[in-house]
């Protein structure tokens, strides 16, 4: 497979040649590239079906309370389930259950919120952190006054996702009644009196489960969101996306090995394709000799750009050196990747749908973490507790009807309400001029110097309160006028009243939440 690139992306062919499996990263890349033609598309794909439609001649192998299809996040909240509250649990995964191709940052406080849920202790997940940074910053390619902003406290330790996810694993393998079955795909379920009965393939051949509920944690690629999430037959499951490619590796210069880089732009808008992107950077030391460098942009599902992983990985070895100039010794340890998905909900609450009767999504799948900062394994870290034990009350009361199981979920209104910001993040050449994103970004960061603190890293950490986010944008206006005609450009009357709307959806929530 790596030949049939060699001169189409020459320098992903040069690099994946040097990589451990690299002909194996290359054919996942190429898998979820394949997401990009199936949005839009139509027909939805039919893979949830009425019990009356059950085969009659199927065995079920094994019966369980919750069977979660997708064994990343999925083994994460699987293994609270069955751990905290006694539920049994099958987990299964098209490819190795606990093995990612991605690694994670996230702040120590957030992570000792596993310990402190009498989950996973602090010197278990201690095993997991590779190294721990003194600080981060921000900075945008401004031409003028470029403001690197520092912030503490914030994605300050990077983790070995396979590390915790090995946790996670035992944990669900300590009790007998579970079980995790590797290189299993999901393929279609059926609603049936009591749950839900699920076929899958194994070794060639169909299988088929029962359990109360199924968690999709499937993905970006979740059939099951794209079937719940169409419109009128049509593939809408995201309104926007961060496609995202990058390396770890050693051997690249000019890195401090005690700051984290949480978000740097190094140059204006690509408009070589398209209405144009953003290209934006992050970087993280992930042990002293180690750096986990990412290229990405924020942009709309249904924009001109291209979006092919493929070939923003021919971009990120192209514009590598001005980022982090690879030296001789340049060495990848593995790529890291994905599309990470981002909804904007058009109203006063959650819009997106997350469940139906039996089923219910969580992780990437039902896209609620942060649409600015695509923290999902923070948004999974900080929402456990809530959804694991709600899940579990729902299936000791047999309370999983779409109604019941659509009030468990990871949606969180201070975090939905950040795709409002995350759109002046999408680049278009039809209304910005080329360093608009930078431009902008930079007079953001120059107010929130001039804050507390707590303003910044709570905006970074997903935790910020409506009167912080309040007052940021108020000061924001009241600093850079400017920002009003850019938000009726950017976000249109539709787009503002929608906006405002999740503000008061916010503000009610709080006001029921306080009462
Ligand atoms: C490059 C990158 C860096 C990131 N960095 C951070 C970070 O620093 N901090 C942070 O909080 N978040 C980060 N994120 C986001 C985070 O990685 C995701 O939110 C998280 O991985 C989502 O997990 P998931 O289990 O929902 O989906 P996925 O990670 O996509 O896992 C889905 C699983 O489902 C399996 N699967 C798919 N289809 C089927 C099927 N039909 N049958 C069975 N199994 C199936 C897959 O094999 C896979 O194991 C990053 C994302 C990327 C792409």
């Known amino acids: 497979m790596l030949s049939e690139i060699q001169h189409s992306h020459p320098l992903v062919y040069k690099h994946f040649s040097n990589i451990e499996h690299g002909e194996f990263w290359l054919k996942r890349i190429m898998e979820l590239d394949r997401y990009w033609s199936q949005v839009g598309s139509r027909p939805a794909p039919e893979v949830i079906f009425d019990g009356a439609k059950l085969p009659k001649d199927i065995e079920i192998s094994g019966e369980f309370d919750a069977i979660y299809a997708g064994a990343t996040l999925g083994l994460l909240h699987a293994a609270a389930l069955t751990d905290l509250f006694g539920k049994s649990v099958l987990v299964i995964d098209k490819y190795t259950p606990a093995k990612t191709h991605r690694d994670w940052n996230i702040s120590l406080r957030e992570l000792q919120r596993l310990d402190a849920m009498g989950f996973l202790k602090q010197s278990e997940t201690e095993k997991a952190i590779t190294k721990t940074y003194k600080t981060g910053f921000v900075e945008f390619a401004a031409r003028k006054n470029r403001k690197r902003l520092f912030i503490n406290h914030v994605l300050d330790c990077a983790i070995e996702s396979d590390v915790i996810l090995q946790l996670a694993l035992h944990k669900v393998l300590a009790r007998t009644e ?234 969180e209104p201070n975090v939905a309400i950040m795709s409002n910001l995350m759109k002046f993040m999408c680049y278009d050449a039809r209304t910005d001029e080329p360093n608009f994103v930078n431009e902008l970004m930079n007079e953001i960061m120059k107010v929130l110097d001039e804050l507390p603190p707590r303003f910044r890293e709570t905006l970074f950490r997903d935790e910020m309160s409506l009167a912080d986010f309040t007052t940021l944008i108020l000061t924001v206006g009241a600093k850079f006028p400017k920002i009003f005609p850019i938000t009726y450009q950017k976000l249109g009357v539709s787009g503002s009243i929608s906006w405002l709307q999740n503000w008061a959806g916010w503000v009610a929530r709080s006001l029921s939440t306080t009462q």
């Not at 060639?204 to 029962?210: A, E, I, M």
């Not at 359990?211 to 079937?227: E, F, N, R």
């Not at 390396?247 to 398209?274: C, F, K, Q």
Request: with cysteine; hydrophobic share 40%; charged share 20%.
């Open 178 to 411: 579970n079980a995790v079955l590797a290189q299993t795909a999901f393929q279609r379920c059926w609603k049936v009196d009591g749950g839900v009965v699920v076929e899958v393939r194994r070794e060639g051949s169909p299988q088929f489960f029962k359990a109360k509920v199924l968690v999709d944690t499937m993905g970006i690629m979740s059939p099951i969101a794209m079937q719940l999430n169409s419109e009128n037959g049509v593939v809408r499951p995201q309104t926007h996306i961060c496609p995202t490619v990058g390396t770890l590796a050693s051997g690249l210069e000019e890195i401090d090995y005690d700051i984290g880089e949480i978000l740097v732009s190094t140059e204006p808008a690509d408009t070589s394709h398209g209405s144009g992107r953003q290209l934006i950077w992050e970087g993280f030391p992930a042990s002293d000799t180690l750096f986990t460098s990412y290229l990405f942009f924020y942009d709309r599902i249904d924009s001109d750009n291209d979006k092919s992983l493929l070939n923003l990985f021919e971009t990120y070895f192209e514009k590598l050196p001005t980022y982090k100039k690879p030296s001789a010794k340049f060495h990848i340890e593995k790529p890291v990747f994905g599309i990470i998905p981002a909804y904007h909900h058009d109203g006063f609450g959650k819009t997106r749908v997350t469940a139906d009767d039996g089923i219910v999504l969580f992780g990437d799948a039902a896209s609620l973490s942060s649409p600015l900062t695509f923290c999902g394994f923070g948004s999974m870290v900080r929402n456990l507790e809530r959804t694991a034990s709600k899940l579990a009350d729902a299936l000791s009361q047999n309370a999983t009807t779409k109604t019941d199981l659509d009030a468990i979920s990871a949606y």
